[in-house]
């Protein structure tokens, strides 16, 4: 970090918070953050975060060890609130000391903080990392006892809000970043954006979509080339067709998959309208859509059919690089920014 000074000064906070060498969060991409990429971003001085999603417990509790054996660094586990077996995981992460759990997905269950921080005794203290789309949720997420924030704009890819990034950064950090702990996410592509964040007070950022082709990312080759292609434009929110069915906005390059989940809510709302289905159903229907989707893109490649969920900053994504040499790169454009 002595590379960095005037970064590594601004980013304190947030290195300590989270026991890295620099603040900068890989976001958590099902498929994508899994062993190989978490421990390279690690290894490589970041923080690593394993994206849970819909696995189980048992999957969870072997890709924690998996990434172990890859790294000695601090990594964190993103665990979804409405998961199912939300508090078996909690328990998963428990048993392996996890050090950071970020919960992604809506407001964290009741007993859900305190089930991840009451895993002080067996695995240190852990620290609770929760999102907020608002300012109003934000004060009320760090009162119920999330030690730290991400707010992520709508640049992002994969779930997003409403809200663009430079906005929430301006309406929260003058708020909160003075007494707490504020990570800024959602189409960050180069270190100058990092440093402007910096500066306005934020502990450190998070970025996902640069990280999604690094040379560690297990993501097939089509998908990653589907990203090198790819414009800022083409990197689009999926639209809601019924208020009944609610969509969380996905942001995913525009493809013959994003027409078809369009059609696929107009086919559920009409299984509504039929009675054939009820409220819970419908709504699961909708979620399911995009799981078999993400894995069709990532793993298989079909990233026509697929979901190849990426933020706007995708237009930055040139090449296939090392994790460590894409933070050496933000780190670099960042120092210089803050040195002028």
């Known amino acids: ?24 969060l890989c976001g958590a991409m099902s498929w994508v953050s899994e062993r190989n990429l ?10 690593g975060v394993i994206a849970c999603g819909a696995m189980t417990p048992e999957l969870l509790d072997t890709e924690i060890a998996a990434t172990k054996a890859l790294t000695t660094k ?16 909690i328990a998963v992460c428990r048993k ?24 002080g005794k067996d695995g240190g203290d852990t620290k609770v990392i929760c999102f907020a789309p608002t300012l109003a949720l934000a004060k009320k997420l760090l009162r119920s006892g999330a ?9 992002a890819g994969g779930h997003i809000g409403p809200v663009s990034t430079s906005v929430l950064a301006q309406e929260i950090l003058p708020e909160l970043a003075s007494e707490h702990l504020i990570f800024v996410a ?6 100058e954006a990092i440093a402007s964040y910096l500066e306005m007070g934020a502990a450190g950022v998070q970025l996902g979509t640069r990280f999604a082709c690094a040379t560690e990312s297990i993501a097939h080759p089509d998908f ?12 689009v929110a999926s639209v809601q067709v019924d208020p009944r069915l609610p969509v969380i906005p996905v942001r995913a390059l525009k493809n013959k998959g994003t027409e078809e989940f369009t059609a696929k809510q107009r086919e559920v709302a009409a299984l509504l309208d039929a009675g054939s289905v009820d409220m819970g159903e419908a709504q699961l229907q909708i979620e399911h859509f995009w799981a078999g989707a993400l894995r069709r893109a990532v793993i298989d490649g079909d990233v026509e059919n697929g979901s190849v969920m990426a933020g706007q900053s995708v237009g930055m994504v040139k090449s296939e690089e090392p994790a460590a040499d894409i933070i050496a790169e933000l780190m670099t454009q960042c120092e210089a920014a803050l040195a002028r």
Do not use: W
């Open 74 to 89: 601090p990594f964190g586990v993103n665990l979804i609130t409405m998961h199912p077996a939300l508090f078996d995981l």
């Open 224 to 235: 990653k080339k589907a990203f090198f292609r790819a414009s800022a434009r083409e990197a």
């Open 38 to 47: 978490v421990a390279a971003i690690s290894n490589a001085g970041g923080f």
């Open 96 to 119: 392996h000391g996890v050090t950071h759990v970020v919960l992604a997905g809506g407001i964290p269950p009741k007993g859900s903080v305190e089930a991840i921080k009451g895993s």
């Open 1 to 24: 970090m002595n590379h960095y000074p005037h970064t590594a000064a601004m980013m304190q906070r947030g290195t300590d918070f989270l026991g890295c060498e620099t603040a900068i």
């Open 147 to 155: 030690d730290a924030m991400v707010i992520e704009g709508m640049e």
């Open 186 to 191: 959602g189409g960050i592509g180069r270190g």
